[in-house]
Each structure stands twice: as C-alpha cells, then as structure tokens.
C-alpha cells in the first residue's frame, strides 16, 4: 500500500488525526461494562482506597508504555504526519506517577491534550495536571447515587471524591468537561434528567459558562471483555432503548445539531449540552475514524473492536516509530462495514 508520507491514511482513506494512548491497565475502579480499551491481556483489577506510589519494577506496571516511548510516539506522529491531538486513557491514568512528566513531555509539540478518567484522583491532582499541560478531562460518572454508583463500579464509597474531583477540574481550568454516563437499563436510565441539573450546577459554578457537557454512551459489547459477555448473556438485560431516549431528548431540545464524527447528535436542554455516543453498528463510526490507538503495552491498535492489527513499537529511536506507524496503516481495518461512496 503507498503511504501518504505528510499523512497517516489507511487503505479506506481514513486520515489519523489523533492518538489514544493507554497509559495503565490498573484501575481503582472495577466497572461491570469496562471495555479496559480493547486490550487482550489485562492485570487484575482492584479497588484501591488511595494512589499506589509503586516504582517502575513493582510486579503490576513493569509492562506498562515507559513515558519516554509514550512522548517519542507523540513527537514522531507530530513531527512526520501532523498529529498534534492526544488522549490519554487507562485503566486509571492518574495511577501513573509520571503523568506530569508525559504531559510536560509532549506538551511542546501538541496543541491538544485531553484525558479520561474516573475522576477520583482529580481533586488531589487537577491543578498540578493543568500546570503540566493537560487542556481538558473527560470523567465517568454513571449515577449521581451512591448505592448505584457501588454497584456499576464495585466500589464502595468513591462518588463523593468523583464530586470533589469534578469541582477541581473546573476551578483548575480543564474544561470543557465531558461528563460520560454509560447508560444502563433498570438501573441508571432515569437519572439522565437529574445528570442534567448536575451538569448545570456545575457551570454555574464557573459562572454560568458552558464548562461541562453531558454525554450518554450506549453500552459497547467486546467480545475479550468477561464483563461485557457477562451482560451479553443475559440477552442485554441492561441495554435501554436509545431511540425513546433521544425522541425525549428531541422534544426538550432548543437546538440539535449532529458532529460529523461518529454521527453524534447534540440536544441543547435548557442550555445543557447533551450529546448521545452511539458506537452500535454504527458504520459512520468506523467511517469517520480518524484515531490510532496505543495499548498500555506500547502496541499500536487500528481498531479498539479488534485484536489481529496490533503493532509493537520496540524503540524510542524516531525512525523506528516513523516506520510501525507507517506498518499499522496496512492492518487498519473496519470493524463494521461501510461504503466510501
């Protein structure tokens, strides 16, 4: 395949414009939809009252992305193809001990730099992750009370930190952010309108300005998750019905507007920004992708529905990365089908 030397396009003319970087695979949380970004191999995972302070050798992260290949990647990406957009995942990134280091790390040569976490850390750290570079945070929180919180995370006891993490990152700058709540049949889908009046008691917080976006997800079944198989077995006794929630969405909306990544739609609700995620044979999903994923392992991933294109970066030397960056496009796939018509 002729590869575009100033852009990574794969053999469907999908252009990378962003990397996922997934920094850990430890979690403190252990949620029973948790996609765990796609990877295969997976450390267990643990409820942890506070952040583990381990060193590069302890027995649970000595497999983890070092943060030198993480911002050679980086660098290499936006000096040879043009991507300066990056989002850091987990597990938990904030297990990380040298988060502050990656961030400061690719800081110079990124325009945007985003993270997702859970949120529990973020009270503690916010500040000194918006000093470092971080832009913005997207944080998971799937109820607003705390017997159900316990229950879809099999926790007990974090949603207060969430709430407290929330407020940091809006006083620390790291908006706008993006609220996600994985929404789930019979236990969390009648809670969307009580998320919304969060939602704006958090921008009022910040004087009334949009800072925080409420997203709903639809529930992604991966067939390397237990978790999700577990669900799935039970003939989606958690899936909701997403057209009844956006036809109600539809008749409160002011205004709704549709991204052409993904095919999401934005309903403004009394001045809330609800944006609905629908991954679910969705072929405009794969259509539109324009991110390259890179497991906590160091492996470049074309598709987070797929484990046949995984691609080892072995080297921090930049010719090394230039060339499996070139190699993942050819083991770029679809995972749902599309026309380029």
């Given at each position: 395949?002729?590869?575009?030397?100033?852009?990574?396009?794969?053999?469907?003319?999908?252009?990378?414009?962003?990397?996922?970087?997934?920094?850990?695979?430890?979690?403190?949380?252990?949620?029973?939809?948790?996609?765990?970004?796609?990877?295969?191999?997976?450390?267990?995972?643990?409820?942890?009252?506070?952040?583990?302070?381990k060193g590069k050798?302890?027995?649970?992260?000595?497999?983890?992305?070092?943060?030198?290949?993480?911002?050679?990647?980086?660098?290499?990406?936006?000096?040879?193809?043009?991507?300066?957009?990056?989002?850091?995942?987990?597990?938990?990134?904030?297990?990380?001990?040298?988060?502050?280091?990656?961030?400061?790390?690719?800081?110079?040569?990124?325009?945007?730099?985003?993270?997702?976490?859970?949120?529990?850390?973020?009270?503690?750290?916010?500040?000194?992750?918006?000093?470092?570079?971080?832009?913005?945070?997207?944080?998971?929180?799937?109820?607003?009370?705390?017997?159900?919180?316990?229950?879809?995370?099999?926790?007990?006891?974090?949603?207060?930190?969430?709430?407290?993490?929330?407020?940091?990152?809006?006083?620390?700058?790291?908006?706008?952010?993006?609220?996600?709540?994985?929404?789930?049949?019979?236990?969390?889908?009648?809670?969307?309108?009580?998320?919304?009046?969060?939602?704006?008691?958090?921008?009022?917080?910040?004087?009334?300005?949009?800072?925080?976006?409420?997203?709903?997800?639809?529930?992604?079944?991966?067939?390397?998750?237990?978790?999700?198989?577990?669900?799935?077995?039970?003939?989606?006794?958690?899936?909701?019905?997403?057209?009844?929630?956006?036809?109600?969405?539809?008749?409160?909306?002011?205004?709704?507007?549709?991204?052409?990544?993904?095919?999401?739609?934005?309903?403004?609700?009394?001045?809330?920004?609800?944006?609905?995620?629908?991954?679910?044979d969705n072929t405009?999903?794969?259509?539109?992708?324009?991110?390259?994923?890179?497991?906590?392992?160091?492996?470049?991933?074309?598709?987070?529905?797929?484990?046949?294109?995984?691609?080892?970066?072995?080297?921090?030397?930049?010719?090394?990365?230039?060339?499996?960056?070139?190699?993942?496009?050819?083991?770029?796939?679809?995972?749902?089908?599309?026309?380029t018509k």
């Amino acid at each position: 395949m002729e590869i575009d030397e100033k852009r990574l396009t794969d053999d469907y003319g999908r252009e990378i414009r962003s990397l996922r970087f997934s920094l850990t695979s430890r979690c403190t949380l252990n949620c029973i939809y948790c996609h765990h970004e796609g990877d295969r191999v997976r450390v267990r995972v643990r409820a942890i009252a506070g952040r583990e302070d381990k060193g590069k050798d302890s027995d649970e992260n000595k497999d983890e992305i070092s943060a030198e290949l993480v911002i050679a990647i980086a660098r290499a990406a936006s000096d040879h193809f043009g991507i300066r957009k990056i989002k850091i995942t987990g597990g938990e990134p904030l297990m990380r001990t040298d988060l502050a280091e990656i961030l400061q790390g690719m800081r110079a040569f990124e325009y945007d730099i985003s993270l997702t976490t859970n949120g529990i850390f973020l009270k503690d750290y916010a500040a000194d992750l918006a000093e470092a570079g971080l832009d913005r945070v997207n944080i998971s929180l799937d109820s607003l009370k705390e017997e159900r919180y316990d229950f879809i995370t099999r926790t007990k006891k974090n949603l207060p930190r969430v709430i407290d993490g929330i407020y940091s990152a809006i006083d620390a700058g790291l908006t706008p952010i993006k609220l996600n709540m994985v929404i789930l049949k019979t236990i969390n889908d009648d809670e969307i309108a009580d998320m919304i009046r969060f939602v704006r008691e958090c921008n009022r917080r910040c004087g009334g300005r949009d800072a925080v976006i409420l997203q709903l997800i639809e529930l992604m079944p991966l067939f390397n998750s237990a978790s999700t198989m577990h669900l799935l077995q039970h003939k989606y006794k958690y899936k909701p019905d997403f057209d009844k929630i956006e036809a109600e969405l539809e008749l409160q909306a002011a205004v709704i507007e549709t991204r052409r990544l993904h095919r999401r739609k934005k309903y403004f609700v009394d001045g809330i920004e609800v944006e609905v995620v629908h991954p679910i044979d969705n072929t405009v999903f794969c259509a539109n992708c324009s991110r390259l994923r890179i497991t906590s392992e160091g492996k470049l991933k074309g598709c987070l529905l797929r484990d046949d294109n995984l691609i080892q970066v072995e080297s921090t030397e930049e010719g090394h990365i230039v060339n499996q960056l070139k190699e993942a496009m050819k083991y770029r796939e679809s995972f749902f089908t599309f026309s380029t018509k």
